[in-house]
């Protein structure tokens, strides 16, 4: 407010008075207009200094002015158990109370009919924002695995009612599509029992699959038959470009990240050994948020008659391999980091226990999501400002690539250092580009390319590449491809098979 003068001793009252009307009517006039612009969001000191607040400062995703509408409650939520009706009702009452933070739909239904609800949470549930990304949280795929299912309806209800008065939580929801999936197994789950820690009565789905031995697998070939709740996961993934997924399970305590399989023989595996991405790096930074945030996870105490896990996580095939697993599907086809989280020894602990199972995992499932924004992200134009779908892209060295969306965006989750980004097109000439990535907010890159040289007609398989090229969100050979991924390009097992195990 420098420009408001200090009123002269020597002014008459009514002129001090008038001059004093106008600079409070011109700041106030100013203040709105940088409100409603967006510019300058003011970010409280307590979140000044944190990833999340930089990100917010500057731009990513643009800020909106606060609403202080809204009900302040939820619905109400106990720490009890919700069958299919109750989960249903819930899910529904959360979505009309809160109209324009949340949308609620189905990917399709399960083996008996039962709707496999997705809620999304964020400032913009129905559209898709450019530049912001999409991540998810699915629980319960193995049914009698309960706590992960009620951590996701605490969840939602924490971000609905936290959102006018959480400074992280608003940050989040103005800035990422939060995806929450409660469960992907409602008929195990109906067959379940409270109580019961071990055993499968209520794992499988209603025909007798294990739907996290159910995808397509990269390594080895999958002999089970595709199940329903399956292909719906399958078409979802093919749908939105998830960037960040968590995947709750329970049975254990740990933080799991990809590969769960590997390449190695039946027999090789029976002394499970690493199965590493070329992004070990950053799976185990994600793994470590979740165990480190949790107020157990990281301590790596074994559950009864296990083993621990130092800090709390572990490399999945590590653990156990396993074939047609959901987060080595992902990340292989999609391109999205999931990991897995046993969140729970006890696999249906008594409904007593959920306060405190809410307690532990709060924080790891807010602070989970928010590394969604670490890394680059950007968009890939021709040489008219136009998108391009489809690209292929690949960090330089980690050869499991991703591809961009229909409005020729990208994301990759990566930790602070120098990189190339490569991006590869049948139509365009390859490209290299460098970038650094730091600490604190994401970098921003746009990629722009320019036609190749063969006249049209002439595209698609005679088009080759100045180099050899990898993106494995191409089907590996001997499976159906996934909806809306052409089967075409240049998938080279041996280089992979080099990169990973060489
Ligand atoms: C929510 O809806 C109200 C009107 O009902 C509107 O004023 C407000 O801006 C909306 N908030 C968001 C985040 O869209
Ligand atoms: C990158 O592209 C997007 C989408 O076209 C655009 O909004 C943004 O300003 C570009 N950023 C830079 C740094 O050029
Ligand atoms: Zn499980």
């Not at 699915?138 to 209800?157: D, F, P, S, T």
């Not at 948020?289 to 301590?299: C, E, G, I, L, P």
């Not at 063969?454 to 159906?480: C, E, F, M, T």
Request: glycine letters at 8%.
């Amino acid at each position: 407010m420098s420009h408001s003068s200090s009123a002269s001793p020597r002014m008459k009252p009514a002129t001090w008075y008038i001059s004093m009307l106008i600079v409070a009517f011109l700041y106030i006039y100013l203040t709105a207009i940088q409100y409603i612009r967006g510019e300058e969001l003011p970010v409280p000191q307590t979140v000044r200094q944190s990833l999340h607040a930089r990100a917010v400062r500057e731009g990513f995703g643009g800020s909106k002015f606060l609403s202080k509408q809204g009900p302040i409650n939820g619905p109400t939520l106990g720490f009890e158990y919700h069958n299919y009706d109750d989960l249903t009702s819930y899910l529904r009452n959360v979505n009309s109370m809160f109209p324009n933070i949340t949308a609620l739909y189905s990917i399709g239904k399960s083996s008996q009919g039962r709707e496999l609800w997705v809620l999304v949470v964020s400032t913009s549930p129905y559209k898709h924002v450019l530049g912001i990304p999409n991540v998810k949280y699915v629980a319960n795929m193995h049914g009698n695995e309960a706590v992960g299912r009620e951590m996701m309806l605490h969840l939602i209800q924490h971000l609905v009612t936290q959102y006018p008065r959480d400074e992280y939580v608003r940050w989040l929801l103005e800035n990422t599509r939060i995806h929450i999936m409660p469960s992907m197994n409602p008929d195990g789950y109906e067959v379940s029992k409270e109580g019961t820690c071990e055993g499968a009565q209520g794992r499988y789905n209603s025909r007798g699959y294990d739907l996290n031995r159910n995808f397509p697998d990269f390594f080895k070939t999958n002999n089970a038959r595709p199940q329903i709740e399956m292909e719906h996961v399958k078409e979802w993934l093919s749908k939105i470009q998830f960037v960040l997924s968590g995947n709750f399970h329970g049975g254990a305590l740990v933080a799991s990240y990809p590969f769960d399989n590997s390449a190695k023989s039946m027999f090789q595996s029976l002394s499970s050994s690493e199965s590493v991405t070329p992004d070990d790096d950053t799976f185990k930074h994600l793994a470590t948020v979740y165990s480190t945030n949790h107020k157990r996870m990281y301590q790596g105490r074994p559950c009864k008659g296990q083993s621990g896990f130092k800090n709390g996580i572990t490399n999945g095939a590590k653990w156990y391999p396993l074939i047609g697993g959901m987060q080595d599907f992902n990340y292989i086809w999609h391109g999205c980091m999931e990991i897995t989280l046993e969140i729970s020894c006890c696999k249906f602990p008594l409904a007593e226990d959920l306060e405190r199972y809410w307690r532990e995992n709060k924080e790891s499932l807010l602070r989970f999501l928010g590394e969604s924004h670490r890394g680059v992200r950007g968009f890939v134009h021709d040489e008219f400002g136009n998108p391009i779908e489809g690209v292929g892209l690949k960090i330089k060295d980690r050869d499991v690539g991703f591809k961009t969306t229909r409005h020729g965006e990208y994301w990759r989750i990566l930790l602070p250092g120098r990189y190339v980004l490569e991006a590869y097109h049948d139509n365009y000439e390859p490209k290299e580009a460098e970038f650094y990535v730091v600490d604190d907010r994401p970098t921003l890159l746009n990629v722009t390319l320019s036609r190749n040289s063969a006249s049209p007609g002439q595209y698609g398989q005679h088009s080759v590449p100045a180099r050899d090229v990898i993106y494995l969100n191409q089907p590996p050979k001997g499976h159906p491809p996934p909806p809306e991924a052409p089967a075409s390009g240049f998938f080279n097992f041996n280089r992979i098979m080099n990169t990973f195990f060489g």
